[in-house]
């Protein structure tokens, strides 16, 4: 996953919406000490720096040091990079040890995971009891641009990997072993809208970030074409901002207790 974003890591930083302020409040009401997070797959850095609001440290880490070097710099987050070879000891040390972080977040991205190793490093690092492990991602959902979109989304699948798959589905099919907190449950996350104030040219940006559209790149095929922008442009209509909705989806929870 880490070359698809290597080239393109400046404009994903630029494009990718900004998550609510409300839902890092939200979780970190439901920790139980605020002393220590861990943003995985942090791309740029927009979740982490709204963690940051309320922990006195966070540890932000991608597998893509391009990402990491365009994060966005905040005094109380710690960017690392950690290669795909990075062990699960060398992660437990890092992040501070056996219990020692109270909130872990990934921001779209927890699909691009492996997921039983990646949750090993959760239960292993997470406080208990008190810890929170929270996941989410976004869909568009933007009237009048649907039919469009549609094509378009029909355009990407020669070029899709299965893993964004449970993306797509909003989640409902990522495992996700932990007790519930009241923000969605495995099989069944918390569904938000994300209203957003979004320039077509931003909006563009924003879909030449996918995974599929950097693949169909690499491969010499150009997803977004001077007509497809072209259809774009005539569906989102004469004003050049415009609210967008995305369909955000999350999966909160915290270690089970053995026993």
Do not use: C
Not at 113 to 123: K, Q
Not at 160 to 168: K, L, N, S, T, V
């Amino acid at each position: 996953m880490a070359g698809l974003y290597e080239k393109q890591a400046e404009i994903y930083a630029q494009a990718r919406p900004k998550y609510p302020r409300e839902w890092f409040s939200k979780l970190a009401s439901l920790t139980a000490h605020h002393k220590r997070a861990w943003d995985a797959g942090t791309g740029s850095g927009q979740a982490a720096v709204n963690v940051a609001e309320h922990y006195e440290k966070v540890i932000a880490t991608d597998v893509s040091e391009a990402q990491i070097k365009h994060a966005i710099p905040h005094p109380k987050v710690q960017y690392i990079h950690t290669p795909l070879s990075t062990s699960e000891q060398d992660f437990v040390s890092m992040l501070g040890g056996e219990g020692s972080v109270d909130l872990v977040t990934v921001a779209t991205a927890v699909h691009w995971f492996d997921l039983p190793s990646f949750y090993a490093i959760v239960n292993r690092v997470l406080r208990k009891p008190g810890g929170v492990i929270a996941v989410w991602g976004y869909n568009y959902d933007i009237h009048p641009l649907e039919d469009v979109m549609k094509r378009f989304y029909v355009s990407t699948l020669p070029y899709m990997d299965e893993r964004p798959g449970y993306a797509f589905e909003r989640y409902r099919s990522l495992p996700f072993p932990f007790e519930s907190i009241g923000l969605g449950t495995e099989g069944s996350p918390a569904s938000f809208d994300m209203d957003l104030e979004v320039s077509f040219d931003g909006f563009v940006e924003s879909l030449r970030t996918g995974s599929a559209v950097a693949t169909a790149k690499e491969r010499g095929v150009d997803l977004l074409t001077e007509e497809v922008v072209k259809e774009l442009r005539t569906a989102w209509g004469g004003s050049d901002i415009r609210k967008i909705t995305y369909k955000a989806f999350m999966l909160a929870g915290t270690p089970k207790l053995e026993g």
